[in-house]
């Protein structure tokens, strides 16, 4: 740089301005030295004093600036064209001011108070650089703002530390390795016709980047907030450390290649508003206590995409980690939650702690989410509408108690914790679920409506779901059951049953049809009231690795159970193995089913239509259902023994040792047991030998079933040739009676 200085008297004799010629730049300082206004030489027609001002006459008609003498006390000629409007902040007031836009329409004013207020006129993009500490900054602007915060700590004296008033675009440029940190203070004294809610506040787009960081605190409202959108992106660090309402607040928010820390937040620590909120390649970290706040909000969609990285911790009662009023899709990355928060009931409903609600469709195709949630009742999924589960991998964990609850009708009702809830459709289709819920009355998942599990013709989902914690009374009550059941099956009801209603884990529930497709299940419930799977309607398996665990009943349906392929296997330690309340169908498949005692069953079909055209069948327990014998196609033999324990290998060989099935019994019948096999080798008219003991080889396995191959060794039970499509020998017969009460 070249640069000379005169006086102002001597600078204003140079009547021809000759000497400006060589010249790009004016810059006239002021008195203290602080203030450094410019103007372009080629701007710069002739330069007058008089009455105690100096006078800037521009060129080609361009107008005529003043300043008083005081304000111009030098005058700097430069060969340096400064286009950055720098401010390095003092703490005392006296601000150092680089202007070279003095001339173009653009005031940068010191209130000798540690704040600067802006005013521009100009349509180009101002940028400014901004150092040192201080109070506050206002800009006034037609046009676009580009700040590069290069080490400034601003902590104003009342209202906004960062204040951008305009229509345009701001853009905060965090220089490399600095920390910036600004806060605003109590009272706002905002102008009527303003708006202004945060520290750093802009009424236009907010884009925040660079590879420095920003440290922001609000007392009033939010830290960072816009009056539109807002994108943080190339490398910033972005830090809320406190803030009465939320943490960064605009009308759609994208993140993406930056790192968002926010905590101590009265609000939300992120929220979108009405518009949409994208998590790109962004590490975000978020702290929210505040009773019914959200972590990541949006009224729009939620996106979540490859590379994000969001952990968020809620202890708000009825808080949401992350909540859409819209849609949330997640295409990658991950998600950790960690919940504490408990619910809230008012006026007869609840509101719940939540990982991720959404109100509309919930969609993940790729990517992680983890949920630890203490809770009571706490939620780690929860969708209104419908969801679909395509791929990625889910691994929630609940262990919130449940509790009764009285809602707007005054009638006793309960809520418990549930892994994934859904108001409508849930389609899992892919991917890797692990669920485990240990609290009382918890479920893995739950569905108002349909559930569909897996695509015929897709290896279809993982899911490995369970429930460990126990049963709970909502409402006690008793009456008369049912009478006996028909000769040769188990005890009636007859007398007085139990009508009390319970809160029951539950492993997976739908509200509407069931139908599994393809896929690895393995479902289990520990506790008395805990099922495998539930349908209030139609129960459909059509195909996939099925392996159920339950206290109470593995399989169960309200109207209709029909298994037409897969490999299941269900044992339940308390009740039925596979029970409908209406009829039953088995047309494929290979399917082992191991009930308790009498008067609990292997198949229980509730005296209604059971029917068997195919498939490889094995069930063991304290009763049966006998199969309609008028529409089974397939032949079937049932058997009941003293012997038929737990462990106790139960097979059904032809006179030369050839297997037709023979099962391992996994069934916890400690007493006699009733066997139900049926299988496309079993003959009309050809004798076989029921054996317990003995080693089979060769065969095909699945689980505790040998299908094929020979036995040596065993001890006979009995023979039997079956002479019609329904066999029975020994004591085994159909079922009894209903249970007391209601059904």
Not at 138 to 143: L, S, T
Not at 372 to 390: C, L, R
Not at 510 to 522: C, E, F, I, R
Not at 577 to 593: E, K, M, P, Q
């Amino acid at each position: 740089m070249k640069t000379r200085k005169t006086t102002l008297a001597a600078a204003l004799s140079l009547t021809a301005f000759a000497a400006l010629a060589v010249t790009p730049y004016v810059w006239f300082h002021d008195s203290a030295g602080k203030h450094h206004r410019g103007v372009a030489r080629e701007r710069v027609d002739s330069i007058t004093a008089a009455n105690g001002s100096v006078s800037v006459i521009l060129a080609a008609g361009a107008g005529t600036s003043e300043m008083t003498t005081a304000e111009a006390a030098t005058l700097t000629l430069a060969d340096d064209a400064k286009q950055q409007i720098t401010i390095s902040f003092a703490a005392d007031g006296a601000s150092e001011i680089t202007n070279p836009k003095a001339f173009d329409g653009v005031t940068v004013t010191d209130d000798n108070a540690g704040g600067i207020v802006v005013n521009s006129t100009v349509t180009d993009e101002l940028e400014f650089k901004l150092s040192g500490t201080g109070s506050s900054l206002k800009i006034y602007a037609a046009a676009p703002v580009k700040l590069t915060l290069d080490g400034v700590t601003l902590q104003s004296k009342g209202g906004a530390a960062l204040n951008v008033q305009g229509k345009k675009e701001l853009t905060l440029v965090l220089a490399d390795g600095t920390t910036n940190t600004l806060a605003d203070a109590l009272p706002y004294a905002t102008p009527d016709g303003e708006k202004e809610n945060a520290a750093v506040f802009a009424t236009g787009k907010m884009t925040i980047q660079g590879t420095g960081t920003l440290v922001a605190s609000g007392a009033s409202k939010h830290a960072i907030a816009s009056s539109k959108s807002m994108k943080i992106r190339k490398g910033a660090t972005v830090k809320v450390t406190s803030a009465a309402s939320d943490g960064i607040h605009a009308d759609g928010i994208k993140l993406d290649d930056c790192t968002i820390d926010v905590r101590g937040t009265g609000g939300d620590a992120i929220d979108a508003g009405d518009d949409e909120l994208t998590v790109g390649k962004a590490v975000v970290v978020a702290d929210v206590a505040t009773d019914d706040t959200k972590g990541l909000k949006a009224n729009g969609d939620i996106l979540v995409t490859d590379g994000a990285d969001i952990t968020v911790t809620m202890s708000a009662a009825q808080g949401k980690a992350m909540k859409t009023a819209r849609n949330f899709t997640m295409n990658g990355g991950s998600i950790d939650v960690k919940a504490s928060g408990g619910v809230v009931v008012t006026d007869g409903d609840p509101s719940y702690c939540t990982a991720i609600k959404v109100d509309t469709t919930f969609t993940l195709n790729a990517g992680s989410i983890k949920v630890v949630h203490t809770g009571a009742s706490g939620k780690g999924i929860s969708v209104d509408g419908k969801a679909y589960f395509n791929g990625g991998e889910v691994n929630i964990t609940c262990s919130g108690n449940g509790a009764t609850y009285t809602d707007s009708t005054g009638t006793l009702d309960s809520h418990s914790s549930t892994c994934i809830t859904v108001d409508d459709d849930i389609y899992l289709a892919g991917g890797t679920l692990t669920l485990s819920n240990s609290g009382t009355a918890g479920k893995a998942i739950k569905g108002d409506k349909a559930i569909v599990i897996g695509a015929e013709g897709t290896e279809g989902p993982t899911i490995d779901a369970r429930t460990s914690g126990a049963k709970f009374v909502v409402s006690s009550g008793s009456t008369w059951g049912a009478p006996g059941g028909r000769p040769g099956g188990g005890p009636g009801g007859g007398g007085p049953g139990d009508q009390t209603d319970y809160a029951n884990p539950k492993v997976v529930k739908a509200g509407g049809d069931l139908t599994v497709n393809s896929g690895k299940l393995t479902l289990v419930s520990t506790q008395d009231g805990g099922e495998g799977l539930e349908s209030k309607s139609i129960l459909t398996i059509n195909g996939g690795d099925i392996h159920i665990t339950t206290v109470d009943d593995c399989i169960n349906a309200s109207s209709h159970i029909q298994i037409n392929g897969g490999v299941i296997r269900c044992v339940a330690s308390g009740n039925d193995a596979i029970d409908s309340n209406g009829t039953l169908t088995i047309t494929g498949g290979i399917v082992i089913a191991g009930g308790t005692n009498q008067p609990e069953e292997s198949f229980d079909c509730d005296q209604n239509t059971f029917t068997i055209t195919g498939g490889t069948i094995f069930g063991v327990g304290g009763g049966v259902s006998t199969p309609t014998s008028s529409v089974c196609k397939q032949n079937i033999i049932i058997n009941s023994n003293n012997s038929y324990t737990n462990g106790t290998r139960i097979t059904l060989a032809d006179a030369s040792g050839n297997v037709i099935v023979s099962l391992l019994n996994p069934s916890n019948c400690s007493r006699s047991a009733t066997a139900l096999m049926s299988a496309a080798g079993i003959v009309l008219g050809t004798q076989y030998r029921i054996l317990t003991g003995g080693t089979v080889t060769g065969g095909e396995t699945h689980y505790e079933l040998t299908i094929g191959g020979t036995i040596s060794g065993g001890t006979q039970v009995t023979t039997v040739t079956p002479s019609s499509v329904v066999t029975g020998s020994g004591s085994s017969g159909g079922p009894g009676g209903g249970p007391g009460g209601r059904w």
